[in-house]
């Protein structure tokens, strides 16, 4: 079972929590009328591998959204924390 550390409530299982996306991906200006730049924002996704922000809702707890790092290889939990928050991505690894 996972664990997502709730800035708000402590430590929680990862079932009281909805995935909502990428916490990467940043939202068009709302101003902007530019359909390749919503149709990439609601439609292209990559892929990633390891480490990986993203942002859940804590809809059986305190309905926060919360912002988790989290390997998507090994679906081990790194970090969490508010939207808000800066969560440092751990250091890759560099072989000679």
């Known amino acids: 079972m996972l664990y997502i550390d709730c800035p708000y409530c402590g430590k929680r299982a990862h079932e009281e929590f909805t995935y909502i996306g990428d916490a990467t991906k940043k939202r068009p200006d709302g101003a902007e009328k530019n359909d390749p730049a919503w149709v990439d924002y609601v439609y292209t996704r990559d892929n990633p591998r390891g480490p990986h922000l ?4 804590h809809g059986l707890g305190c ?34």
């Open 54 to 57: 993203e942002l859940w809702h």
């Open 63 to 96: 309905r926060e959204v919360v912002k988790v790092l989290r390997n998507i290889l090994t679906h081990e939990i790194l970090g969490a924390g508010r939207p808000a928050d800066d969560i440092p991505l751990p250091e890759t690894e560099t072989k000679p």
